[in-house]
């Protein structure tokens, strides 16, 4: 299946191309230039479009959307602040939709290159042994620098494993596991930009060294598992390997660029003051522009502008995160509307006072408990708002950066086990699996028994 496919169901309206185009631009402007007229046309822009593809994204993210909505304007009606409700939920949406524009042009500039066309060719070509852990982190770099493209980069890597379904399976869980470990450290992953924006103060570089400690003990864990849940099986010796020399080159290069873009986005965020967010939008259309250009020269202008267009078509392909972020953003400013303003609900929960009181198995039960909530199909932006809407984080005792470590981890487990995340229905379009198995038999075992790693890890760092 085609990438293009993961993003554009159907083919784009021209209404609803130019409406979620407006919104990223005119969200980017107004936060340069610090205009809120800009922003609020920017929101505007971005009601019209969820409007108008509502009706094009699946049932159940219908549902989910519908009844926060009804929540929220129902609280609204009874505070008599249904307006700044609305108003403020869209505003608070528009940094999100930002990321949402911006991982095209990643994607694009990526699936041209040809290092990554070999690094991917030699991971394909590996003979078994080592090959579930390159693949592991190669989905996990690749994700944190691509997004969900970084996904769609390994997929091809299938076609020459599904002859055998238990090779299959186990490389389609390598890039998984890989992939949704790198939330929990790059700035690349909206899942970063949600816990920035529910922890006022925190900077990405004070969450960035928790979380990669936590996304090391994954990756172990994910060859542990593999180890212990599979049995080896002897493969026929392929017939034209790739030349380690070769794909140590293709990663080598490979990893120079995800570096360079990672440099490129927080200079725009240190020297020019801009937030996380807002360099993204400014850093990976120029660095996809860039490269893109350095692959194919100026000969090549004419490809460049077709690659172009296409990541300036699929961007209706975003309605559905657009419509679960738009819904999430007002229900929480709702509840935050609702509650008294010196109100604080942390005290009265189990995981008050997390660094003196609670010990490892309350950590523990309460990671399962969220796991399961998100295992019904609730996406991790909703846990996340009203959490952070209806408690102080600082109450709970841990060090805020920790904190912001730990929610992104989370949020790389939450998409994981939800059947309903975009991680697990873009897996299910290259799998005869649904997205529910891929959620709760390849991911929720994994995710359960790891949650025992998260809470040692809770336990150390704090």
């Known amino acids: 299946m085609k990438l293009s496919t993961v993003f554009a169901q159907s083919a784009p309206r021209p209404v609803s191309l130019v409406l979620f185009t407006a919104a990223a631009v005119l969200a980017t402007l ?26 094009r994204i699946r049932r159940p993210q219908q549902i989910a959307a519908s009844l926060l909505l009804l929540a929220a304007v129902g609280v609204g009606l009874r505070e008599g602040q249904l307006w700044p409700i609305l108003s403020q939920g869209v505003l608070k949406t528009l940094p999100f ?26 991971l394909g070509r590996m003979q078994p042994g080592h090959r579930f852990t390159a ?16 996904m769609a980069l390994l997929t091809p890597i299938l076609d020459d494993v599904d002859d055998d379904p238990k090779v ?24 970063t930009a949600v816990v920035l924006a529910s922890l006022p103060g925190v900077s990405w570089y004070q969450m960035a060294p928790y979380g990669a400690f936590i996304a090391f003990g994954f990756l172990v864990w994910a060859t542990v598992f593999d180890r212990l849940t599979q ?47 807002t360099a993204i939008a400014l850093a990976a259309p120029g660095f996809g522009l860039v490269w893109l250009l350095l692959i194919h020269g100026l000969a090549g202008r004419a490809r460049i502008a077709e690659v172009a267009r296409s990541v300036v078509t699929s961007y209706p ?54 796991l399961a909530v998100c295992a019904l199909g609730f996406h991790p932006i909703i846990l996340l708002v ?21 929610f992104m981890t989370l949020w790389g487990m939450g998409t994981s086990v939800s059947p309903l995340s975009g991680t697990t229905l ?18 929720g075992l994994f995710y359960t028994l790891g949650a025992v790693w998260l809470a040692v890890a809770i336990v150390i760092l704090r």
């Not at 107004?30 to 009706?55: K, P, Q, W, Y």
């Not at 693949?135 to 970084?150: E, I, K, T, Y």
């Open 386 to 406: 009203v959490f952070t809407t209806v408690a102080d984080p600082v109450a709970l005792g841990l060090p805020l950066p920790m904190l912001g470590g730990v």
């Open 135 to 150: 693949v592991n982190s190669a989905a996990h770099v690749l994700g944190a620098g691509f997004n969900l493209a970084g």
């Open 231 to 277: 049995r080896r099986t002897r493969s026929a010796p392929r017939a034209a390997l790739e030349p380690m020399p070769a794909l140590r080159g293709a990663a080598g290069r490979t990893l120079l660029a995800i570096l360079l873009l990672f440099a490129t986005t927080l200079t725009l965020i240190d020297v020019a003051g801009l937030r996380l967010t």
């Open 317 to 370: 392909g975003m309605r559905t995160e657009s419509t679960l972020f738009v819904a999430a953003n007002i229900f929480g400013t709702a509840i935050s509307t609702a509650l008294p303003r010196d109100h604080d609900t942390t005290s009265a929960l189990p995981w008050a006072g997390l660094s003196t009181g609670v010990d490892m198995l309350d950590i523990l039960l309460m990671i399962w408990v969220y």
């Open 97 to 122: 939709i930002l990321i949402f524009a911006s991982v095209g042009w990643l994607r694009a500039a990526a699936g041209e290159s040809p290092s990554l066309l070999a690094l991917r060719r030699g």
């Open 30 to 55: 107004g936060d340069l230039l610090s205009i809120r007229a800009l922003l609020a046309l920017a929101g505007v822009a971005l009601v019209g479009f969820v409007l108008l593809e509502f009706t």
């Open 426 to 443: 873009f897996m299910s379009q290259y799998s005869k699996e649904t997205s529910f198995e891929i959620a709760w038999r390849w991911n």
């Open 168 to 191: 299959g399976r186990r490389m389609r869980c390598a890039i998984l596991w890989g992939f949704s470990t790198a939330a929990s450290w790059s700035p690349f992953l909206v899942g």
